[in-house]
């Protein structure tokens, strides 16, 4: 079956400091990849996503590569603002109403 | 605007007692979806529903009900609470395979 599979937290970062979580999956076919964040007192929400290999998803100055070599979907941001600081999930939906999420990175930036 | 509405936002009932969390669409979606998050576990799928009246088991379904009479609601249903059912359930519904979820804004769940 399809799984997903990200570093654990919490990652504490600084203001300004260069960020990456770590996402890897199996799947079989094509699965659509996803980030999902989920700020302290909300429900998750779309954050970025990629439909096939090589693309690049964006947003908010988040970016992830799908990486089908690799079966990676790596999160980065190159300057982390404490406004950022939330839980950042994972998730693969492979073609059917049933996606996959990894159990989530909590994300802490200190001024 | 596009929205998944949940309630209550907060509950705390005792074990035993039945209770209802509501969940409503407004997107005309066929998918939606509950989910429970624990801290160190992620999100746990407990129900979902391909449309009107098909429900199906998620990975965590035990002591849950669901029902689907309509498009638009997909109450999550609790008949004897148990104090390991203490969680955040989000709700969710999707409009089509491979997009994006729309989750509703949580319950947390307190079972005495």
């Known amino acids: 079956g399809n799984s997903v599979t990200q570093m654990e937290g919490p990652v504490t970062l600084s203001e300004e400091a260069f960020l990456t979580i770590n996402c890897t999956y199996t799947a079989t076919g094509y699965p659509s990849l996803f980030w999902y964040v989920q700020y302290p007192g909300e429900g998750l929400q779309l954050l970025l996503k990629?439909?096939?290999?090589?693309d690049k998803g964006s947003n908010k100055g988040f970016e992830a590569t799908y990486r089908k070599e690799t079966t990676s979907f790596h999160l980065e941001k190159g300057s982390v603002q404490v406004s950022d600081s939330a839980v950042y999930f994972c998730?693969?939906?492979?073609?059917?109403?049933?996606?996959?999420f990894g159990r989530g990175t909590s994300l802490i930036v200190h001024p | 605007e596009a929205q998944v509405t949940q309630n209550p936002r907060y509950l705390i009932t005792v074990t035993g007692k039945k209770l209802t969390v509501t969940c409503s669409q407004n997107m005309n979606h066929e998918y939606m979806s509950w989910y429970r998050q624990d801290p160190g576990l992620g999100l746990r799928q407990i129900y979902y529903s391909m449309n009107v009246e098909v429900t199906d088991k998620g990975d965590v379904p035990e002591g849950y009900k669901v029902s689907r009479k309509e498009k638009r609601n997909f109450p999550l249903i609790l008949e004897s609470p148990s104090p390991n059912q203490t969680s955040l359930y989000f709700c969710a519904s999707q409009g089509a395979t491979n997009e994006k979820l729309f989750f509703g804004s949580g319950t947390q769940l307190s079972v005495l």
């Open positions: 990629a439909t096939k290999a090589d």
């Open positions: 998730a693969l939906s492979g073609g059917s109403y049933i996606p996959t």
